[in-house]
């Protein structure tokens, strides 16, 4: 079965969906959307084959076209508003990160989705890392004992320009937040994928380089303590100098596992270590956003083909969302008018 596909929203993410959803056979690219009519037509004539056509509105293109699935890839605070639009015409979305960016809309969501009879899907790329099933691996073994605890660290850069070439980044109301919602909330991700949810949740913002540049956190630090003595540190900055592989860290009983981008490095307490340095897909955008994202969307058209859940359905980003929440209300970062 050909799936009519379009996307909305035909910025840099968008590419990574086109390349993607371009390997795949069985999807036909209806439409594309934006409120920019040139990157519409951009992304038509590079993958549309002819047949794509092109619309200013999310609402125009549903009128016109019914497509089977809407690939979101809007600024943030649009996610929700837009995936509520698709389900409620009975069609399937699989969008960008983040879900949501407030509690609030996620609730709305989860309601529209449930009185729908569309799909959602969400792109947490990172856990189809080659790395990040590597961990999951050695945990399942059992080798190396319970988990204690874990770390994660995150030092990537982000200029003045980043900002100030864009219409909704920096701002609380269409981003929703800066380093964590936008550049680590994978890391968040995959980190409670393994320690499970947390007890406690404290957490410090600033915005350090970037101050008259952007109104959200350029650094975020967390503790986090989880059930039966088990703790975490989470820290993120985009005011590095360059953007690093992402390390995360799980401390066991019987040694520890270290995560840096593809290479995975298991160190026993009675000495010893091994090392896997994992040969990874082929990354489509920037390398240290994971070489998953081909793998993640390939496993979304899989589910709808043979109607099976879906890995990254709403219930499995529920607690990095909450958790997420819970940092920045910890933090007092948010104000209190975008919390409504």
Same mark, same amino acid.
């Not at 990172?126 to 590597?134: E, G, L």
């Not at 840096?260 to 010893?272: P, S």
């Given at each position: 079965m050909n799936r009519k596909v379009a996307i909305v929203g035909c910025g840099g993410i968008s590419q990574v969906h086109a390349q993607a959803l371009s390997a795949m056979e069985g999807v036909e690219f209806c439409a594309f959307v934006d409120c920019k009519p040139e990157r519409a037509e951009k992304m038509a004539v590079q993958y549309g084959k002819g047949r794509a056509k092109t619309y200013g509105s999310l609402g125009e293109m549903l009128s016109a076209e019914h497509p089977h699935v809407v690939h979101i890839c809007t600024p943030h605070a649009l996610h929700v508003p837009m995936a509520m639009e698709v389900l409620k015409e009975g069609g399937s979305v699989f969008m960008e990160k983040p879900p949501a960016i407030s509690t609030e809309q996620? &609730?709305? =969501?989860?309601?529209?989705?449930?009185?729908?009879?569309?799909? @959602?899907?969400?792109?947490?790329?990172? !856990? *189809?890392?080659?790395?990040?099933?590597?961990?999951?691996? =050695?945990?399942?073994? $059992?080798?190396? %004992?319970?988990?204690? %605890?874990?770390?994660?660290f995150v030092t990537w850069n982000r200029n003045a320009a980043y900002y100030q070439n864009s219409d909704w980044r920096g701002n609380w109301e269409t981003e929703g937040g800066g380093a964590l919602i936008n550049q680590s909330i994978h890391a968040l991700d995959l980190l409670l994928r393994w320690l499970g949810e947390p007890e406690v949740v404290e957490a410090s913002m600033g915005n350090h380089h970037l101050q008259g540049v952007t109104e959200v956190e350029d650094t975020v630090e967390a503790f986090l303590g989880f059930p039966r003595g088990r703790r975490a540190c989470f820290y993120a900055t985009t005011a590095y100098v360059a953007d690093s592989p992402v390390l995360i860290e @799980?401390?066991?009983?019987?040694?520890?596992?270290? @995560?840096?981008?593809?290479?995975?490095?298991?160190? *026993?307490?009675? $000495?010893?270590?091994?090392?896997? !340095? =994992?040969?990874?897909?082929?990354?489509?955008?920037? +390398? *240290?956003? $994971?070489? $998953?994202?081909? &793998?993640?969307? %390939?496993?979304? *058209?899989? +589910?709808?083909?043979?109607?099976?859940?879906?890995?990254?359905?709403?219930?499995?980003? +529920?607690?990095? @969302?909450?958790v997420m929440m819970r940092m920045y209300q910890s933090a007092g970062m948010r104000p209190q008018e975008f919390a409504r």
């Open positions: 996620f &609730a709305q =969501l989860k309601q529209t989705l449930a009185e729908s009879c569309g799909k @959602l899907g969400v792109c947490f790329q990172n !856990r *189809y890392n080659a790395s990040t099933r590597k961990v999951d691996e =050695l945990l399942r073994e $059992g080798s190396l %004992g319970e988990i204690r %605890g874990g770390r994660a @799980l401390v066991c009983e019987k040694g520890s596992i270290r @995560l840096e981008g593809e290479t995975v490095t298991v160190v *026993y307490a009675q $000495g010893g270590e091994a090392v896997f !340095r =994992l040969k990874a897909g082929e990354a489509t955008g920037k +390398s *240290y956003w $994971g070489s $998953g994202h081909a &793998a993640c969307i %390939g496993d979304f *058209y899989r +589910s709808l083909e043979e109607d099976t859940p879906y890995a990254n359905d709403l219930a499995s980003v +529920s607690t990095t @969302l909450q």
